[in-house]
């Protein structure tokens, strides 16, 4: 990738994401709010405020469906897409070693990306109707526990880590004896 395609690519994400992201707060600050202003959830975040506000917030909700859709469904189809095509490449390898590294690496990525986007596309694009308080521990899992996961995940692919890990799994077995 040229550092140009990779600038662009850049400014793109970080444009599209903040005009989303102001579209979002300005409506929502917008909205007439009459009930008790308390929230009940970790943080202020578009579902858990969508039922304070005191009138039909379905166009509201319809602007989310489709936020949502087209900046966590399209990019997600398209790493989808795009791991089709390298699975497909893989297949054709002739080096078992290579077929293997490439599996170990897409799968430690997969793994990552599976974590972090299902989340997302539950908690922002099934209908208010469903919500339930459970919803709650999903925002721990794509705030606290993926981001905390990602770098466990990635070493775990590093030799030298393994190696410490298994040392260190050893020592705390060897105490219980």
Do not use: Q
């Amino acid at each position: 990738m040229s550092k140009m395609t990779c600038v662009k690519m850049t400014l793109g994400s970080w444009t599209l994401g903040s005009i989303n992201s102001l579209a979002h707060t300005v409506y929502a600050l917008h909205l007439p709010y009459s009930r008790s202003r308390a929230i009940n959830h970790f943080f202020c975040d578009v579902p858990a405020m969508l039922p304070l506000a005191c009138v039909d917030t379905w166009v509201y909700e319809y602007m989310v469906f489709v936020s949502t859709s087209l900046f966590l469904l399209v990019p997600f189809l398209g790493i989808t897409a795009s791991y089709g095509w390298v699975l497909f490449a893989v297949f054709h390898m002739r080096s078992k070693e290579g077929r293997r590294r490439t599996f170990t690496t897409c799968s430690t990525h997969l793994t990552v990306v599976t974590f972090y986007y299902t989340p997302f596309v539950y908690t922002y694009l099934h209908l208010r109707s469903l919500r339930s308080p459970e919803d709650k521990i999903l925002v721990v899992f794509y705030t606290i526990l993926t981001p905390m996961l990602n770098p466990i995940i990635y070493s775990l692919r590093n030799k030298e880590v393994l190696g410490a890990m298994r040392r260190v799994c050893g020592m705390f077995s060897s105490r219980k004896t």
